[in-house]
């Protein structure tokens, strides 16, 4: 039970929500509500009003051009849904074919909710990340666009403005051929994870030559990655770059999962597994 009085409101239009945020003093936006919920149940966060996005036709995907765009309040159902027709997908329907809390999870929760929640322990925001994703932020001011590096800044904060409601998620197309590997470690399927590894493995017009883009979650506050290694095929050794990508671990996530140490420790075995899976997997984008 939620004990603290709130305004509800359920917009019908993008700038009825954009004016009730400009106009709120502490707003909350909610989109499946799989966090806010419970977190105003346990007074953990108080806002005076709750701004529902669900009428304003922030979900789906599509091709346009050279990037896949994502609408903000699209469901991991959806998503999942969407990587049998949309290319560009493949990591992305990884990730969120093993979100944790099930089907009714799935249904529910939101890529951009999960996004602008920033967990440091959520799958989302380095599968972002490793993407390049921008992030497009719309306020009664206009509309900006946040590279994922730049808008994870740390454990539960983003670069969005309280005036700002995120409304897509931008992913530039990926080569054909890119092979992708997402793994990660948690405690049990209801746990959030403790860390996490993206790889992309994407193929240059030079014969046999890959870039490697690697990213690690859960580990630090906000996502780390290894940008554009380029190899020969040959030559990728999932060991190295497994510890060369964890090596950027700067401050490193401590929580009731896993204390400090750990995730330091073990960010490199969880990073070599998900270059092996995009070694060995079938050709994917």
Known sequence: ?????????????????????AAASNAAVIGGGTMLVPDMTLARVQPDAVIDIRRLGLSGVAVQGASVVIGAATSYRELSAAVQTTPGLALLGLMASQI????????????????????????????????DARFQLASTSGVREVPAQEFFVGAFRTARRKDELLVRIIIPRLPDGTRVGYDKLK????????????????????????????????????????????????AVDPVSLGQSAASLIGEEWADELAGPGYR????PIIARRAIQMAMQGAIRT
Do not use: K
């Not at 939620?2 to 509800?8: L, P, T």
């Not at 944790?100 to 990340?129: E, F, V």
């Open 187 to 234: 405690i049990c399927e209801s746990s959030w994870p403790i860390v996490t590894a993206s790889c992309l493995l994407i193929p240059q017009s030079a014969r046999d030559t890959v870039c490697a883009r690697i990213a690690i979650g859960a580990a630090s506050p906000a996502p780390v990655v290894l940008a554009d290694a380029a190899l020969e095929v040959s």
């Open 264 to 267: 330091r420790q073990v960010a």
């Open 1 to 21: 039970m939620i004990g603290h009085d709130i305004q509800f409101h359920a917009p019908d239009t993008l700038d009825d929500a954009l004016s009730l945020l």
């Open 100 to 131: 944790t809390g099930g089907p009714q999870i799935r249904n529910q929760a939101t890529i951009g909710g999960a996004a602008c929640y920033a967990n440091p322990s959520s799958d989302g925001p380095a599968c972002l990340t490793v993407l």
